[in-house]
């Protein structure tokens, strides 16, 4: 999957062939939103999950795994709620709830103090590359993430500003420092900074007798601070990606580099391929630029 601009290239593997399909962005931002920083970033994750969803769905459909009826209306929504859902148990639930057995073993302080907030990012952190390192055992997941390797590649094979073929996109990194996992880092690190200043002065002036609505008030005030985490992390991302190479640039960027290690793995010739396809059908017919695949199927 690719974008560009109002639209995305969309690039399959079938059992016999490559399909590419030019489709258009599903946005409900207008101009506005879009362009107006710190309050853009969650609305655009909330937007690029949708249409992440749709591709999947399309993608399956074009393999034959369902009844060739798109997910649309309720189903969508449906999906979206369940996939917010999990992300919230695994993210924000499940690593307050280890803090609390910290606190209950002595080895951190109430809700309230700081310790108690670098515990919960500690747990974060673990929790999401015990899940990564977990699906890359999938077969399927590990697939996902050699096209996920292709994509950067690609790109980075465009941003030469070179013709672009498979052998030049072979030579490229797959690490881009744009990339949804680094933004995923940034969120981790931002979210602790954020919970430690934040939710020790909120306990400061609300102050519940009850440990139980301590914890759970707590747990509601972090979930309202979701949005502007984002949004200050999407600010960041894109912040650190424009910035000229040096000593800061590499110290803001390895980090998420290195994560992007595990969900990246290095692709094979066809994946290149597929990818070319979806970037071809992202710039258009009409683009200045020379993108060279193999032959493949345009719906």
């Given at each position: 999957?690719?974008?560009?601009?109002?639209?995305?290239?969309?690039?399959?593997?079938?059992?016999?062939?490559?399909?590419?399909?030019?489709?258009?962005?599903?946005?409900?931002?207008?101009?506005?939103?879009?362009?107006?920083?710190?309050?853009?970033?969650?609305?655009?994750?909330?937007?690029?999950?949708?249409?992440?969803?749709?591709?999947?769905?399309?993608?399956?459909?074009?393999?034959?795994?369902?009844?060739?009826?798109?997910?649309?209306?309720?189903?969508?929504?449906?999906?979206?709620?369940?996939?917010?859902?999990?992300?919230?148990?695994?993210?924000?639930?499940?690593?307050?709830?280890?803090?609390?057995?910290?606190?209950?073993?002595?080895?951190?302080?109430?809700?309230?103090?700081?310790?108690?907030?670098?515990?919960?990012?500690?747990?974060?952190?673990?929790?999401?590359?015990?899940?990564?390192?977990?699906?890359?055992?999938?077969?399927?997941?590990?697939?996902?993430?050699?096209?996920?390797?292709?994509?950067?590649?690609?790109?980075?094979?465009?941003?030469?500003?070179?013709?672009?073929?498979?052998?030049?996109?072979?030579?490229?990194?797959?690490?881009?420092?744009?990339?949804?996992?680094?933004?995923?880092?940034?969120?981790?690190?931002?979210?602790?900074?954020?919970?430690?200043?934040?939710?020790?002065?909120?306990?400061?002036?609300?102050?519940?007798?009850?440990?139980?609505?301590?914890?759970?008030?707590?747990?509601?005030?972090?979930?309202?601070?979701?949005?502007?985490?984002?949004?200050?992390?999407?600010?960041?991302?894109?912040?650190?990606?424009?910035?000229?190479?040096?000593?800061?640039?590499?110290?803001?960027?390895?980090?998420?580099?290195?994560?992007?290690?595990?969900?990246?793995?290095?692709?094979?010739?066809?994946?290149?391929?597929?990818?070319?396809?979806?970037?071809?059908?992202?710039?258009?017919e009409d683009s200045r630029w020379q993108v060279k695949t193999v032959p493949y199927t345009r719906l």
């Amino acid at each position: 999957m690719m974008r560009n601009g109002t639209a995305y290239g969309l690039g399959a593997k079938l059992k016999s062939e490559i399909i590419g399909e030019r489709r258009l962005w599903s946005s409900f931002l207008s101009e506005r939103i879009r362009s107006t920083r710190f309050l853009r970033g969650f609305p655009v994750l909330m937007e690029t999950l949708i249409n992440g969803i749709k591709t999947l769905n399309r993608s399956a459909e074009l393999q034959g795994q369902d009844d060739g009826q798109p997910m649309e209306g309720w189903h969508l929504v449906v999906t979206l709620m369940v996939s917010i859902a999990f992300a919230l148990l695994l993210c924000l639930v499940l690593p307050h709830g280890l803090t609390w057995l910290m606190t209950q073993a002595g080895l951190s302080g109430d809700v309230s103090d700081v310790s108690f907030q670098l515990w919960d990012g500690l747990f974060k952190l673990l929790i999401l590359l015990a899940y990564i390192l977990a699906i890359r055992r999938v077969p399927e997941i590990l697939r996902v993430f050699q096209y996920h390797g292709a994509e950067h590649k690609t790109i980075h094979a465009f941003e030469t500003g070179k013709p672009v073929d498979v052998e030049l996109a072979a030579a490229q990194s797959r690490l881009h420092p744009r990339c949804g996992t680094t933004f995923l880092l940034f969120v981790v690190c931002v979210s602790v900074v954020s919970h430690a200043l934040f939710v020790p002065l909120l306990l400061h002036f609300w102050t519940p007798e009850s440990s139980v609505v301590r914890h759970l008030g707590t747990l509601f005030f972090k979930l309202l601070l979701i949005a502007p985490i984002a949004s200050l992390s999407y600010e960041l991302i894109r912040a650190t990606a424009r910035m000229k190479d040096g000593r800061c640039a590499t110290c803001l960027r390895t980090p998420g580099l290195l994560l992007q290690k595990l969900t990246t793995v290095e692709p094979e010739r066809e994946h290149l391929e597929v990818a070319l396809v979806a970037l071809k059908e992202a710039l258009g017919e009409d683009s200045r630029w020379q993108v060279k695949t193999v032959p493949y199927t345009r719906l």
